[in-house]
């Protein structure tokens, strides 16, 4: 490969704080880059092009936006971030282009949506069938992924995490930060602290982010008078996110479907003793009764059995795992990634 080649990323995916925080993560890599998505993000210096990507009428015209896109760009490669339909779009309009390309899933685009109608499946099956790789967060969503395509290359990988050098003292605080959607169960959390709180007077449930079911999470605190007990503080930035994580004695996160949750991660990395539901993802990171539990029945929730762990082999336990989730571990997975598509191209020629 020559070492004067211009390294061109084409990233597409929604406009999502994720996706920009994957750009710095792999920008230094790259000579340039243009995010394809579906709505401009005026706070970002990134190179951005609005693509509709949602189904329907649409399709076509944007089918062809992107295909006049890349031609003009000429990018060294293509990186996709949902196996939705912006990878649907996107490898109907790449079939025929000679560039590698990668999908990054995300979860609820092969865990969830698939499983909905037909269409959506054929739509996963197209998709993950005209790209060279894929990268999946945890083990079983990479089993998933081969289910509708059995001959796909997948790299375990993930967008890494920060961990800070200095951690604050543990405090009786028990922390939940997933989204305020029926998906994540946060009232089940809330009827659980209920709970524990009678016998645990001095501990304080706090509550992040926010969503639809927000006023009605409130509206539950409320009716079971625990308003001097929870506190519900919205979104954070990630300073205050990872006080929260040092601070908390306990993290819960039980959602009824997820992969590997960067959150979960955070948390195990703070060490704290995480409440989670029996999903794959979360027991590929979660040893039951050693760092955590793994919870069966979100509906009876036994905050109580944190007294049950042994905070010496917790450590321990989370030292080693917190190695695997940092950003530069995975960082350099990506590149690697890149590098082989990109010398891989160069090679053919």
Not at 5 to 25: C, D, E, F, R, V
Not at 56 to 65: D, I, R
Not at 142 to 155: Q, R, T
Not at 227 to 254: H, L, P, T
Request: neutral net charge; hydrophobic residues 40%; aromatic residues 10%.
């Amino acid at each position: 490969m020559s070492g004067t080649m211009t390294k061109k990323l084409l990233i597409i995916g929604s406009n999502t704080i994720h996706i920009y925080n994957y750009i710095n993560l792999i920008e230094d890599y790259f000579d340039e880059i243009l995010l394809l998505t579906n709505k401009i993000n005026d706070s970002s210096n990134v190179n951005t092009i609005e693509i509709d990507f949602r189904l329907g009428f649409n399709m076509l015209s944007s089918v062809g936006k992107i295909k006049k896109i890349v031609a003009e760009y000429n990018p060294s490669l293509v990186h996709i971030h949902q196996a939705n339909s912006y990878a649907f779009i996107s490898t109907m309009a790449l079939k025929n282009y000679n560039v590698p390309k990668i999908i990054t899933a995300w979860g609820s685009d092969i865990l969830i949506n698939p499983k909905k109608s037909f269409i959506l499946k054929e739509m996963l099956k197209f998709s993950l069938k005209n790209v060279d790789i894929a990268t999946s967060d945890s083990l079983f969503m990479a089993s998933e992924m081969k289910s509708y395509s059995k001959y796909l290359d997948i790299e375990i990988v993930n967008f890494g995490i920060d961990i800070e050098d200095t951690m604050l003292e543990k405090e009786n605080i028990i922390y939940s930060n997933r989204l305020h959607k029926s998906l994540y169960n946060i009232e089940k959390i809330i009827y659980s602290f209920n709970e524990f709180s009678k016998s645990n007077t001095n501990w304080k449930l706090v509550i992040g982010a926010i969503g639809d079911d927000t006023d009605k999470l409130k509206s539950i605190v409320t009716k079971l008078e625990l308003e001097d007990k929870v506190e519900f503080i919205g979104w954070v930035d990630s300073k205050i996110n990872n006080q929260m994580y040092q601070k908390a004695k306990i993290y819960i996160s039980i959602p009824s479907s997820d992969a590997t949750a960067i959150s979960l991660l955070e948390a195990i990395s703070s060490n704290c003793i995480c409440f989670v539901s029996n999903l794959p993802a979360n027991c590929e990171h979660i040893l039951d009764g050693i760092n955590g539990f793994i919870e069966p029945n979100l509906d009876k929730i036994n905050l109580e059995k944190y007294k049950l762990i042994d905070n010496d082999i917790l450590n321990k336990v989370n030292d080693i795992r917190s190695n695997s989730y940092l950003k530069s571990t995975n960082k350099e997975i990506f590149l690697n990634i890149y590098n082989e598509l990109i010398n891989k191209k160069e090679n053919k020629r």
